[in-house]
């Protein structure tokens, strides 16, 4: 493992950010890495990473929100919740527990103001050295992409759903 840990951003309007992660996430455990993906906003469906994981023995997967944060009238809940998650993943960085932390729909919540992106830049930069970060989600702030040391943006060209009504489907999208 290297002992430069890397960070990574996922983002942009098209699909696959989380999907990549859980490439990253795959890939690490492969090598023996211990993984943990917090998951910021997903909570209130049953996806299916979450029963992929139960067989992956050095990867932890762990919901932290109530489900999608513009459906709600308030985000005083997911303020909360994104709060404590952070806890749990500024607990993480700082520890030397895993290898690789992935903070699922990050950008998402620091997009809506539920964190301050300047508290968590500091955390993501007193990281253990060799600790690998990748933050997905819609709308990464500026100043996580200029930490980041590798930033990928998905660019939405055609969707299903868009074009045909398809709906999201099992194993595919969740």
């Known amino acids: 493992m290297s002992p430069n840990g890397l960070f990574l951003v996922f983002?942009?309007?098209g699909k696959g950010k989380t999907t990549a992660a859980l490439g990253q996430a795959l890939?690490?455990?492969g090598h023996g890495m211990r993984v943990l993906?917090?998951?910021f906003i997903k909570g209130s469906w049953h996806y299916g990473e979450l029963e992929a994981v139960k067989r992956l023995p050095t990867v932890t997967l762990e919901p932290l929100g109530r489900g999608f944060t513009?459906?709600?009238e308030s985000l005083e809940e997911d303020r909360r919740l994104?709060?404590?998650g952070w806890e749990?993943?500024?607990q993480a960085l700082l520890s030397g527990s895993h290898d690789l932390i992935i903070l699922d729909e990050l950008n998402n919540v620091l997009a809506y103001g539920l964190l301050d992106v300047h508290r968590v830049v500091d955390d993501i930069r007193r990281r253990r050295p060799s600790c690998h970060v990748v933050a997905t989600g819609r709308g990464a702030p500026r100043e996580l992409v200029r930490e980041a040391d590798c930033v990928t943006e998905m660019i939405a060209v055609k969707h299903h759903y868009h074009t045909q009504g398809v709906r999201a489907q099992k194993g595919i999208e969740f």
């Open 82 to 84: 994104a709060q404590r």
């Open 70 to 72: 513009w459906k709600k």
């Open 27 to 29: 890939r690490a455990a």
């Open 37 to 39: 993906i917090l998951q």
């Open 88 to 90: 749990k993943a500024r």
């Open 11 to 13: 983002t942009g309007e």
